[in-house]
């Protein structure tokens, strides 16, 4: 017997994914950025993909300025963007120290300033995804997964 959190796994399953792997360096953003453009289309929407990509960018630079701040910049961090009808996956892997994703999330929404440039991310991804998780890997390294239904 198939339990329900088995067939959901099972539905969000993108069979078609593609991977990045990027350098721990911030001035490095506008070629990811350049890379996510191949799923600009359907069957994303251009809101939708507007809103992905600001995903893409938060996630990316908080592993660089967080996970990877005390590590050399050669670390790399790997992305894998997968789309199919039914959805948007996204995973960050980084090589950091573990953090408690709630609780991150939690401190940012009591300590949202308006006219703060930085300290949104989390809270971003968690409001604009239908899910977001954060794990360690089996070879001890960090996945954020965020999902984003079409």
Known sequence: MVSLIDKVAVELQVPDCQRITVKTDLTLLPDLLKWFERFN?????????????LVLAE?????????????PPQVEIEIE????????ELRIFDRGD?????????????????????????YL??????????RRTEDGGNCLHWIKYL
């Not at 289309?41 to 990509?53: K, S």
């Not at 408690?100 to 930085?118: M, V």
């Not at 991804?125 to 954060?134: F, N, S, T």
Request: charged share 25%; glycine share 8%; proline share 9%.
């Open 41 to 53: 289309g359907p069957p994303l929407a251009q809101p939708t993909w507007m809103q992905c990509q």
């Open 59 to 71: 996630g990316f630079t908080n592993a660089v300025r967080h996970a990877h701040k005390h590590l």
């Open 81 to 88: 963007v997968a789309v199919s009808s039914q959805c948007l």
């Open 98 to 122: 573990p953090f408690d994703l709630p609780t991150a999330i939690e401190r940012e929404c009591q300590e949202i300033d308006p006219e703060a440039e930085r300290g949104r991310g989390l």
């Open 125 to 134: 991804m968690d409001r604009i995804g239908d899910r977001l998780e954060y």
